[in-house]
């Protein structure tokens, strides 16, 4: 069990998650700034891409890569720079860190050695768009991209068929037209919409069927970075056979995912979060303490 006070003294020695403008420089915030300005280093999934932001208002900070592929050996260094008092800013490529990036590792790798994890709220593709869709905010299951294999998209999809929740998915504009396509195979003609290049010149929503958004693919130019979302399902496509884990602890429910599908215990995790209708952190917790 661990208690943050996160303000209770001067803020040294944290792993700070800060949010950056994901098209539109003026979304970035004054604290965000100020965090970026008074911290030790800067870790960045793409140095290029934060060092003009940096120029754009004159940080001075230093950058160091944190990335998909750097991440094993930086995150032992970072927190180690953390507990002898450094204050590390942690950036994605746009948006808010550890959202369908390597920020995970490093707020998980924090909390286990007990140091301060502060989380500065800002800019984020999913949720801008899933206001500005049109459809249920009540309710949304955020999956990230998909796998690239059509076989494992189907299987993902599968699993979220079921769930009434609106689902959010990120795609590039180079696979966007055949992931709707496997939605469609897969979900159905539900509602959906698309959202592309937030927050810069060229926004732009397309509401609408799914029949209908993907006849407006076919004559439309598809460029810049794009989030979908997607009706949840109805109440004839929810499941009603029953909770089939209904008899099963968390531990034993995650296990089942990862021994008789062969799911990661990362993805056993968050599948199993779904089915219960929690949040996936507190499955985590559960299944780390049994085990």
């Known amino acids: ?26 979304d970035i915030t004054y604290r965000a700034l100020n965090t970026l ?9 793409d140095t290029r891409n934060t060092r003009k932001l940096l120029n754009y208002f004159e940080i001075t900070t230093p950058l160091t890569s944190y990335h998909e592929y750097t991440k094993k050996e930086k995150v032992e260094k970072l927190i180690n720079e953390a507990e002898r008092g450094a204050k590390i800013a942690v950036v994605s490529d746009a948006g808010m860190p550890a959202i369908s990036d390597p920020g995970t590792d490093i707020v998980e790798a924090a909390l286990e050695r007990n140091i301060k994890v502060i989380v500065l ?22 999956y990230g991209f998909l796998p690239r294999k ?3 998209m189907v299987e993902v999809l599968e699993r979220l068929r079921s769930i009434p929740a609106t689902l ?3 795609e590039s504009p180079f696979r966007v037209k055949q992931t709707l396509n496997v939605l469609h195979e897969t979900l159905g003609n539900r509602e ?16 609408g069927t799914m029949e209908e958004v993907l006849t407006w693919t076919e004559t439309n130019e598809l460029k810049g970075e794009f989030v979908i979302v997607v009706e949840g399902a109805s109440e004839d496509e929810t499941d009603t056979e029953g909770d089939w884990w209904a008899g ?17 215990s990362k993805e056993a995790i968050k599948q199993t979060a779904v089915d219960r209708g929690i949040p996936k952190r507190e499955v985590y917790q559960n299944y780390h303490i049994q085990n």
């Open 150 to 152: 059509k076989k494992e």
């Open 192 to 207: 959906i919409a698309l959202a592309r290049e937030l927050t810069k010149r060229f926004e732009e929503y397309i509401r």
């Open 37 to 45: 300005k008074t911290a030790t280093v800067i870790a960045a999934e």
């Open 248 to 264: 099963l602890d968390m531990k034993e429910h995650v296990e089942h995912y990862m021994d008789k599908e062969g799911l990661s």
């Open 1 to 26: 069990m661990m208690i943050q006070k996160s303000f209770a003294n001067e803020i040294e020695g944290a792993i700070i998650l800060v949010p950056t403008p994901i098209g539109n420089l003026e």
């Open 121 to 142: 709220p800002g800019a984020n593709a999913a949720l801008s768009a899933l206001v500005g869709s049109g459809l249920s905010t009540e309710e949304f299951y955020f």
């Open 168 to 170: 959010l998915f990120y």
